[in-house]
């Protein structure tokens, strides 16, 4: 490889985790909105939304929590052992990172099947007899958890493929860029999560 | 760029940053369940974006990207708070 395809594979780098970080931002502002109106409905049904909150199970809340944080962390490892060229580390870190995850999509089954059994869903007749504050909160907690979970879903997925590229070897010290990507993807699940847990679990 | 392929990459740094995670978790948890009125939510939020910065610093490396990155992100979480105080001075005072 001549200096000059270093050079050329060094800003494709750059670049192509720049562009992972602007798609990031533009995730932000789109749950960044779904905050907004919690936090303006919050203000307008302050009342409504802790009795809301306060059916939600915090030890579920917690243990997804921790499930998430600690999910982080692999990925963050997974990606050090790749650029140490450590392949075989960083395919069982992934492992466990999938595993946390499936993990995490448990919890929120058995949360979710729990909550529609007391017939809290949405449209749901016992949601349309509350209040109107534990109606919005209610709508909120199924709009902001279910959009949440759908990219626990697509982090699955990336990392899935990035753990088939690790074993072939086609993800390596040298070419990890798609790697990189998916860890910061899975980051920004664990940023979003970080805020919807205390705002909707433990703000009582 | 040049440096993150050398700084910020052990795994004890990693551990530390967790093991810092679960310890604020458990504090936000323990202080939310007493009742506190309006701070209540005031150190949740506060809690909640310490994590959110030692995620972005370490988990995501920004402390070891270039000066361009850092200030994108500044920005972007600058633009958010404006968007919010804004609402809220249209929603409060209107």
Redesign the interface.
């Known amino acids: 490889m001549s200096k000059h395809d270093v050079h050329m594979e060094h800003i494709d780098r750059d670049t192509g985790k720049l562009g992972m970080w602007i798609f990031l931002f533009t995730e932000m502002f789109l749950f960044g909105g779904l905050f907004l109106v919690y936090a303006v409905f919050r203000n307008g049904h302050s009342e409504d939304f802790h009795a809301a909150a306060d059916d939600l199970n915090t030890f579920i809340g917690t243990m997804n929590t921790v499930f998430l944080l600690t999910s982080s962390l692999t990925v963050a490892m997974a990606i050090s052992a790749v650029q140490k060229n450590d392949n075989v580390l960083a395919f069982r870190l992934v492992i466990i990172t999938l595993l946390l995850a499936t993990l995490f999509m448990a919890d929120k089954y058995i949360e979710w099947s729990h909550e529609f059994r007391s017939g809290i869903y949405p449209g749901s007749q016992v949601l349309k007899n509350m209040p109107h504050g534990e109606l919005l909160f209610f709508g909120l907690y199924f709009m902001m958890t279910g959009l949440h979970a759908l990219h626990v879903f697509i982090g699955m997925i990336l990392l899935t493929v990035s753990l088939i590229k690790i074993r072939k070897g086609n993800i390596n010290y040298e070419h990890y860029l798609l790697f990189e990507n998916s860890g910061l993807y899975w980051h920004l699940v664990d940023l979003i999560w970080i805020f919807l847990f205390p705002l909707l679990y433990l703000v009582t | 760029?040049k440096n993150t392929?050398t700084h910020g990459?052990?795994?004890a740094v990693?551990?530390i940053?967790?093991v810092v995670?679960?310890v604020l978790?458990t504090l936000?948890?323990v202080i939310?369940s007493v009742h506190l009125g309006a701070f209540?939510?005031g150190f949740?939020?506060l809690?909640?974006v310490i994590?959110?910065g030692a995620?972005?610093s370490?988990?995501?490396h920004l402390r070891s990207e270039n000066r361009f990155?850092k200030l994108?992100?500044a920005g972007?979480f600058t633009l958010?708070g404006l968007?919010?105080v804004i609402?809220?001075i249209d929603?409060?005072f209107r």
Request: hydrophobic letters at 65%; charged letters at 5%.
């Open positions: 760029m392929d990459s052990g795994y990693y551990a940053v967790l995670l679960l978790t936000s948890v939310t209540t939510v949740a939020l809690i909640a994590k959110v995620v972005i370490f988990f995501m990155l994108a992100v972007v958010y968007v919010v609402t809220f929603y409060l």
